[in-house]
């Protein structure tokens, strides 16, 4: 039996997210139950990984409050009420035809509600833990055990890997892992002394398996937040290129994507070493390091460690670091075919958001069009009429 494809298509969609009428449900249930096609659509639909995704992700998300908070923060430049864009039949024929995307990229997805060829879904925990004989393991939310060759044994589990050293029989030094963590991640680890560490996207750390000397010592590239255990007899030490941060237990921010080494000060204290230079911070805090030079400033504390709680936080920054951030939530290049205006935005949205909509609030805002192709986003300074 023969049906419309654009209908059923639509009936797929609402009968998944739970937006169909009790009267179209049962038609749809009925026509499910007759032919064979639609019912294997309906599967292949519910048991894609990435479809799934997004379903959790849409109850997890307030959409209509964090499009009211963006709005509610302004930037030097407005334009006409943002209008939301109905769905096209060439959209729903898009579902319905679209190969799910699964055999490719899983994180592409159809675009459901707006003008872009596809969409892109949030990052997640992943990571890459290289071990110290050079073996790599993929680390994602699945529950994972490891050993490594001193007898120290890791559980990875929900995003998070634990070092046991209970299980340490033989405490040999000079055993370093490093935990790398791709574009579209993030993933935490909790150190052999108890110290816990969330590692942003396109970010490595490099840690000994056991802290046996009289500090301990650790390498960062990327973003990372710490909540350090104290133990008075050992500083904890983080190697930022040339600078070094020193704590005894205290919580903060360390960023160095832009080639400035940027540290905020949550909670205790830290000392930042550049060279000769030496400059402690107080809580609220920020020291930024850039050209051999310690600057000490008011730090927003909240935007520091916005991605650590899952949000993006802007404070009237200008719109490229902004795309950068986002490129590397999403695993983007970014493709800007003219220069970029000098536009400084305020707001905050959730990072469980598909890429649509980061794209619909930050074209309300800054007036720029966006087109996504696959992982390429193009960013174009006039709005298409």
């Known amino acids: 039996m023969k049906h419309d494809p654009l209908e059923i298509a639509r009936l797929i969609s609402g009968y998944i997210h739970q937006t169909l009428s009790k009267e179209e449900e049962k038609v749809f249930l009925e026509l499910k139950d007759k032919d064979d096609h639609i019912r294997n659509l309906l599967e292949s639909y519910k048991e894609t990984a990435a479809i799934e ?3 959790v992700a849409m109850k997890q998300r307030d ?3 964090a499009w009211e908070r963006f709005k509610g923060k302004k930037i030097k430049r407005q334009k006409t009420p943002w209008k939301r864009w109905l769905v096209t039949a060439a959209a729903i024929c898009l579902l319905f035809v679209g190969v799910w995307y699964k055999k490719g990229d899983d994180k592409i997805v159809p675009d459901k509600s707006h003008r872009y060829a596809n969409d892109v879904l949030p990052g997640g925990n992943q990571a890459r833990l290289l071990l110290s004989d050079g073996k790599a393991i993929s680390l994602t939310d699945a529950s994972i055990l490891l050993n490594e060759k ?6 990875g589990k929900d995003g998070e890997l634990v070092y046991d050293t209970k299980s ?3 405490n040999m030094e000079g055993l370093f892992n490093t935990l790398e963590v791709p574009k579209g991640g993030t993933y935490k680890i909790s150190l052999a002394d108890g110290t816990r560490v969330w590692i942003n996207a396109s970010s490595s750390l ?3 398996v056991n802290f046996t000397s009289n500090e301990r010592r650790i390498k960062l590239k990327g973003e990372a937040y710490f909540e350090v255990a104290k133990d008075s007899s050992r500083p904890f030490k983080v190697e930022v290129d040339d600078t070094e941060i020193i704590v005894l237990g205290t919580s903060f921010n360390v960023s ?3 080639g400035s080494n940027i540290t905020t000060l949550v909670e205790g204290a830290v000392r930042v070493k550049q060279a000769e230079q030496r400059n402690d911070l107080k809580p609220g805090e920020q020291a930024t390091v850039s050209n051999g030079k310690i600057k000490i400033g008011s730090a927003d504390v909240e935007k520091a460690i916005a991605w650590k709680d899952g949000y993006f936080l802007f404070n009237e920054d200008h719109l490229k670091p902004i795309l950068e ?3 590397r939530w999403y695993d983007l290049e970014l493709v800007f075919k003219k220069e970029i205006p000098d536009i400084h935005i305020g707001g905050s949205m959730s990072r469980k958001e598909n890429l649509s909509e980061v794209l619909e609030m930050l074209k309300e805002v800054s007036g720029l069009s966006f087109n996504i192709d696959g992982r390429k986003l193009m960013i174009d300074s006039e709005i298409p009429n």
């Not at 001193?150 to 559980?155: A, E, I, L, Q």
């Open 53 to 55: 995704h997004r379903l």
């Open 63 to 65: 959409t209509t409050a």
């Open 150 to 155: 001193n007898g120290t044994r890791m559980k």
């Open 168 to 170: 340490n029989k033989n």
């Open 206 to 208: 490099r840690f000994p």
């Open 256 to 258: 160095n994507y832009t």
């Open 325 to 327: 951030e986002v490129a």
